[in-house]
């Protein structure tokens, strides 16, 4: 088992920066790849980056590519998603997530076997 825990959450006006954080416990955290999604109201969750367990690869959802970065510190098991020149459409429930296999296709839920439990993003224009 791998337990997720999202921090950061907050309120930003457009054009501003935030970053979430994801403490990880449980099964080494080292081993998994990590993702991130985000939910808005009345939308799917939808991926918006990802990072292999190395750090090495990170991958990032077109609408974000160039504004968000993800990194990751396995000595204390978190991992961050910096996001600036924040837009209203960035708003949403974020959600780090963690892969179930080193390959896993990073771009898909169903590749994630453990989730957290969500933290609120807010963006004002």
């Known amino acids: 088992q791998v337990q997720l825990v999202e921090s950061g959450e907050g309120l930003v006006q457009a054009g501003g920066s935030l970053r979430l954080s994801c403490a990880a416990s449980g099964r080494t955290f080292s081993n998994y790849g990590m993702g991130w999604f985000r939910q808005a109201p009345g939308k799917e969750r939808e991926f918006v980056g990802a990072i292999r367990w190395s750090g090495g690869n990170t991958y990032y959802a077109a609408s974000v590519k160039g504004r968000f970065a993800i990194s990751r510190d396995n000595a204390k098991n978190t991992v961050h998603l910096q996001m600036n020149s924040l837009k209203p459409e960035d708003a949403a429930v974020y959600y780090c997530?963690?892969?179930?296999?080193?390959?896993?296709?990073?771009?898909?839920?169903?590749?994630?076997?453990?989730w957290g439990q969500g933290t609120q993003v807010t963006v004002s224009s």
């Open positions: 997530a963690a892969l179930a296999y080193p390959n896993g296709y990073v771009y898909a839920e169903s590749a994630y076997n453990y």
